[in-house]
């Protein structure tokens, strides 16, 4: 299985919401990846898990909250998001970053509409 | 931190042509991925290639380390294979599982 699946396929939510992205993957990955892509504009690293801690946080604002409770899932809590926050979120996974193969696989993406 | 350049931007086919897409990087790479990003979204894997040579049917892709540069060739081109091409890459020495892309190559295949 060489899947990553992610709920929503869609959300439109208000600045003063609170929701959750979800990411999950069975492929055994260790590593797993939060990617923004806003429109004609290539994919852009926000955080990096991995074996469950957090690696890298590429100075996202307090308002993107990462959780990764088990190595096969990853999510990415909004509060307070801003209309300029309407995006694709990407999730991605790999094999563990000290692993000397880190082809990393992506799910299809939430696309996110801040009214 | 590395700059990653793709070239063309835009390219438009006849279905059935043959085209080469092309990669420039800046500095050492110990991952290069070539990715295609259909109309809905999604990025489907196509090469794993920080060196070498690969195919897989009608693609495929060559990098040159030394060089800092990663071509993907298609042949034969189909209106399904329209859609924006991504290079990306993982500096080496950079923080690990940080892919940069480059801004992409839009192909518009026509029938």
């Known amino acids: 299985d060489t899947e990553v699946t992610q709920t929503p396929k869609h959300l439109v939510m208000g600045m003063t919401n609170k929701k959750s992205l979800k990411c999950e993957q069975h492929m055994g990955h260790r590593a797993m990846y939060w990617y923004k892509q806003k429109a004609k504009k290539p994919p852009e690293l926000m955080f990096v898990y991995s074996y469950e801690k957090l690696s890298i946080n590429e100075s996202v604002p307090s308002r993107f909250s990462p959780e990764c409770p088990n190595s096969s899932l990853l999510n990415l809590h909004l509060h307070a998001l801003q209309p300029e926050d309407s995006a694709l979120y990407l999730c991605?996974?790999?094999?563990?970053?000290?692993?000397?193969?880190?082809?990393?696989?992506f799910g299809p993406g939430t696309r996110l509409t801040v009214l | 931190g590395i700059q990653v350049e793709q070239s063309p931007p835009d390219l438009i086919l006849q279905e059935g042509a043959n085209s080469t897409l092309r990669c420039n990087f800046s500095d050492s790479v110990n991952n290069l991925q070539w990715f295609h990003q259909n109309p809905w979204g999604q990025l489907i894997n196509l090469f794993y290639?920080?060196?070498g040579t690969k195919q897989n049917g009608r693609l495929s892709a060559t990098t040159v380390a030394t060089e800092r540069y990663s071509l993907l060739y298609i042949s034969s081109s189909q209106t399904t294979d329209s859609g924006v091409y991504f290079c990306?890459?993982?500096?080496?020495?950079?923080?690990?599982?940080?892919?940069?892309f480059g801004k992409g190559t839009k192909l518009s295949v026509k029938p």
């Open positions: 990306a890459v993982e500096n080496y020495g950079g923080s690990q599982g940080n892919l940069i």
């Open positions: 991605a996974s790999s094999q563990a970053r000290e692993s000397s193969y880190n082809e990393q696989f």
């Open positions: 290639i920080p060196s």
